[in-house]
């Protein structure tokens, strides 16, 4: 059982550049987000979705967009990347009531110069 | 809004010592509980879990109580080790399940 499988697990990208963080899960889960995590900062929502072609924003949407196809995959798309998109990505995905809590996976590490 | 609030770091401990990391909410009605763990280079993964009043959670050596009075979630273990070195954060799930709130985070280190 895989669980939350993100790739690619380090990618430095060049001001402007456009790219997909890739999110798969395994386990039949109707929630799945996006969280970003900055040192200071905690944990950041950045969208969701509560299931297949349903997706909505969090906390800090602006410069990423979103789809959800299918249950398992939930990609995350830098437009234009900037540098203020350094961070470590986290996908996440839950059943659909959160109070089970989510199931994480290991995260993207990106640097954008 | 609902919210977490929860100690700040760093924490510092020596080998064996007893941990509490300080975790206290704001929500209306009954939300569940949760500590995550972040080990280095890693993501967050679930600790433990309360779902009611008075709902102890446990896993690894590690405790916490569902404190409706206090509307607290403290962590604690008796005897930490070097490999509990990692972040901590407590979380909650409204009542509803729709929303999810995490704290800002506790690291711990734990030296020999």
């Known amino acids: 059982n895989a669980g939350v499988t993100q790739t690619p697990k380090f990618q430095v990208l060049k001001t402007g550049q456009s790219m997909t963080l890739q999110c798969a899960q395994d386990?039949?889960?109707?929630?799945m987000s996006w969280y970003r995590q900055d040192p200071g900062m905690g944990l950041r929502l950045i969208h969701y979705?509560?299931?297949?072609?349903?997706?909505d924003q969090g906390e800090v949407p602006n410069g990423y967009n979103v789809s959800r196809s299918t249950t398992e995959d939930f990609p995350l798309r830098l437009l234009s990347a900037a540098p203020s998109q350094t961070s470590v990505y986290f996908c996440a995905s839950s059943p659909r009531l959160l109070a089970r809590g989510y199931t994480f996976g290991s995260g993207t590490r990106l640097t954008v110069v | 809004g609902d919210s977490v609030t929860q100690m700040e770091g760093p924490v510092t401990l020596s080998e064996e010592a007893f941990l509490t990391i300080n975790c206290t909410y704001t929500a209306t009605g009954y939300p569940s509980l949760f500590w995550y763990v972040q080990y280095p280079g890693e993501g967050l993964q679930l600790l433990l879990k309360?779902?009611?009043?008075?709902d102890k959670g446990s896993n690894k050596g590690f405790e916490a109580t569902y404190r409706k009075e206090t509307t607290s979630f403290h962590l604690e273990k008796g005897s930490v080790q070097v490999s509990d070195s990692a972040v901590y954060f407590c979380?909650?799930?409204?009542?509803?399940?729709?929303?999810?709130?995490f704290g800002t985070g506790t690291s711990l280190t734990v030296i020999p």
């Open positions: 979705s509560v299931g297949a072609g349903i997706t």
């Open positions: 309360a779902t009611k009043a008075d």
């Open positions: 979380a909650l799930s409204d009542p509803t399940g729709n929303q999810f709130y």
């Open positions: 386990m039949n889960h109707e929630y």
